[in-house]
């Protein structure tokens, strides 16, 4: 089983030119033999967007996952900034819709405050938080988290389970960073296709807490799986990644 | 069966990347690579790139399908007689140039592509090699940008011309320039995000684009994935996989 832990519906606002660009993507998704496309809106793709931009965000994505529903679900995306509106949001579609995860980007770096509410209720509801995370050298946005700032997050939330996105934009000092909690896994979403990246995360982390993903349409799903096609891992390790590490943490939401 | 126009031997100062001809001539079977043209990772590091070189060459001595591609800096004086020297080597089918490592500016090659013409030699300009974003903090080098290669290959027709590693959105925003030149050809290491190489086809026409790896940088399966995953008229993968290399690089 192929799980793509972190992916986007496109760039569009309006839900049929979604629907357009997302056939694409559920076309090489399937070229490689990905069952599962795990999909969060990042609304109007803006740093902090307003409630109606989150909710219009995912209400494409329940469509979609209503349109595919062997094939796509959810992910919860939420702007901790508003934080009222967030956990109703939550409520919203990961109690009352199923989605299966919660996706936080750039709107409040992982040790604001303002994420520890839907820290809490992520573990209360036992579903996993996405949060992106990088180290760029010449700084990170004034919100974007750095792997220290999920570390923190990990810490004091050890009921959490975090997946850290972009392994290669964590970089070694990132793995070191998340290595002492394990709630914490990491992504191999974006950036380039490094090699050894895949392979240092299962020696820094273990196998367990290495996942599939590959930030569709920012990146190629053939990139990306050949990130684990050509590390060098056992047949159990290169099946923790693409797929059995996220059903254990999905916890029985795929599917009917 | 495919010819990658872009692989290194040598090590990476920045990670514990280091490629031999060995482990390189491995992954080309696993990944039913053919041919290869390959240059020294190390020689983008130093001022003269030509004690890389002569490792290289070394190295590749005796392997019939891995040619070599040698850095040289227009920035050493005596870089002509460089250039001229590794023409006599026939294991020698191009000659890379990395501006941004060596600080020039990619106009000041046109005399260096002409003469690499002269020579039966093809010219490849590396755009870049890590993501600018993962520069350790005391490199941070801006990439080649992809309109200065286009002008050079604009400027020396009779060169062969080779932009290694530019990103989607630059060959996007060059296309109509690059549609229409035939000495220029892309390689597509560095191409990524949904249906990159079907949009770089779409947008430069698929004689243009040739298969390459980037290894051992880049995981070279990603770069067959890639390709692959377009699903492509038999011709055209045929072309970005081998018959635009072979034509880029002169070789039977
Ligand atoms: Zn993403």
């Given amino acids: 089983m192929i799980i793509d832990f972190h992916a986007h519906p496109g760039y569009s606002e309006n839900l049929n030119a979604l629907r357009a660009e997302f056939r694409p993507a559920l076309r090489a998704a399937k070229h490689h033999g990905v069952d599962w496309i795990c999909l969060s809106s990042l609304a109007d793709w803006k740093e902090s967007p307003a409630p109606a931009q989150v909710r219009?965000?995912?209400?494409?994505?329940?469509?979609?996952?209503a349109d595919h529903p062997e094939e796509v679900i959810g992910f919860c995306y939420v702007n901790p900034r508003q934080?009222?509106?967030?956990?109703?949001?939550?409520?919203?579609?990961?109690v009352q819709r199923r989605m299966a995860g919660i996706k936080l980007w750039q709107a409040c770096a992982a040790n604001d405050a303002r994420v520890e509410a839907i820290a809490k209720r992520a573990a209360e509801l036992k579903v996993p938080i996405l949060q992106h995370a990088w180290y760029k050298t010449g700084g990170n946005g004034a919100n974007e988290s750095t792997p220290a700032n999920v570390a923190a997050l990990a810490a004091k939330h050890p009921e959490t389970i975090i997946v850290?996105?972009?392994l290669t934009g964590a970089g070694e000092r990132g793995l070191a960073d998340v290595a002492?909690?394990?709630n914490v896994s990491v992504d191999i979403s974006g950036g380039e296709p490094e090699a050894g990246m895949v392979e240092l995360a299962v020696r820094r982390l273990g196998a367990r807490r290495v996942l599939f993903g590959t930030d569709s349409p920012i990146?190629?799903?053939?990139?990306?799986?050949?990130?684990?096609?050509?590390?060098?891992?056992?047949v159990r390790q290169r099946n923790l990644i693409l797929g059995e590490n996220a059903r254990r943490l999905l916890a029985g939401r795929l599917g009917a | 069966m495919s010819v990658d126009a872009a692989a290194y031997v040598g090590a990476w100062p920045f990670r514990p990347i280091e490629g031999t001809v060995a482990d390189l001539a491995g992954v080309m079977r696993a990944n039913r690579v053919r041919q290869a043209v390959v240059s020294p990772l190390d020689g983008f590091f130093y001022a003269d790139p030509s004690p890389a070189n002569r490792r290289l060459l070394r190295r590749l001595a005796g392997r019939r399908r891995i040619w070599g591609a040698p850095i040289i800096s227009l920035r050493m004086a005596d870089w002509r007689a460089q250039l001229q020297a590794l023409a006599e080597k026939r294991q020698v089918r191009a000659v890379?140039?990395?501006?941004a490592f060596h600080g020039y500016?990619?106009?000041?090659?046109q005399e260096a592509a002409e003469l690499a013409a002269k020579h039966g030699l093809t010219v490849v300009v590396q755009m870049r090699v890590e993501d600018?974003?993962?520069h350790p903090p005391f490199v941070k080098l801006p990439g080649v940008a992809l309109g200065d290669v286009v002008a050079l290959a604009a400027a020396a027709p009779r060169a062969r011309v080779v932009a290694s590693a530019a990103r989607l959105g630059e060959v996007l925003g060059d296309a109509e320039h690059i549609r229409q030149l035939k000495n220029l050809w892309l390689d597509v290491s560095h191409l990524d995000g949904l249906e990159c190489v079907k949009q770089a086809r779409d947008a430069v026409g698929a004689r243009r684009l040739v298969f390459a790896t980037c290894w051992p940088f880049f995981y070279a399966r990603s770069a067959v994935l890639k390709v692959d995953e377009a699903e492509l008229s038999a011709r055209d993968k045929a072309g970005i996989m081998m018959g635009n290399a072979e034509a880029a690089f002169g070789l039977g």
């Fill in chain 1, 56 to 65: 219009k965000g995912n209400d494409a994505v329940l469509a979609l996952a």
């Fill in chain 1, 83 to 94: 934080t009222d509106e967030a956990l109703a949001e939550i409520e919203r579609c990961v």
């Fill in chain 1, 164 to 166: 850290m996105a972009h």
């Fill in chain 1, 180 to 182: 002492p909690y394990p």
């Fill in chain 1, 219 to 234: 990146r190629s799903y053939g990139a990306t799986v050949g990130k684990v096609m050509g590390a060098r891992l056992t």
């Fill in chain 2, 96 to 99: 890379r140039l990395a501006p």
């Fill in chain 2, 105 to 109: 500016k990619v106009a000041k090659a």
């Fill in chain 2, 132 to 134: 600018e974003r993962h």
